[in-house]
Nanobody, 117 residues
């Protein structure tokens, strides 16, 4: 089972940017998804990238603002988040999947993103 570790969370002002990282040895054998869970809401899918990076998808709410990428040499997947909005505030998790259609085989511990002035 993968030990996924997220990093890069924090507090940012509306309109700002952050980059999340998800790292694990062996990550290059999986599609990786980013998910988020806001207080009182269910966890939702944000973006996913296929094992070799040739295919990506995004939730409508983040299209044009977030970009997912991966570096399989570094065993790391990134989520570049631009033009952040208060409604992006949530705990963000990465998950290892065999395909971007799920299910998730391993979860990271999560990292908090707070968008506030």
């Amino acid at each position: 089972q993968l030990q996924l570790v997220e990093s890069g969370g924090g507090l940012v002002q509306p309109g700002g940017s952050l980059r999340l990282s998800c790292a694990a040895s062996g990550l290059d054998y999986y599609a990786i998804g980013w998910f988020r869970q806001a207080p009182g809401k269910e966890r939702e899918g944000v973006s996913c990238i296929s094992m070799r990076g040739g295919s990506t998808n995004y939730a409508d709410s983040v299209k044009g603002r977030f970009t997912i990428s991966r570096d399989n040499v570094k065993n790391t997947v990134y989520l570049q988040m631009n033009s952040l909005k208060p409604e992006d505030t949530a705990v963000y998790y990465c998950g290892a999947e065999y395909y971007c259609t799920g299910p998730v085989a391993s979860w990271g511990q999560g990292t908090q993103i707070t968008v506030s002035s």
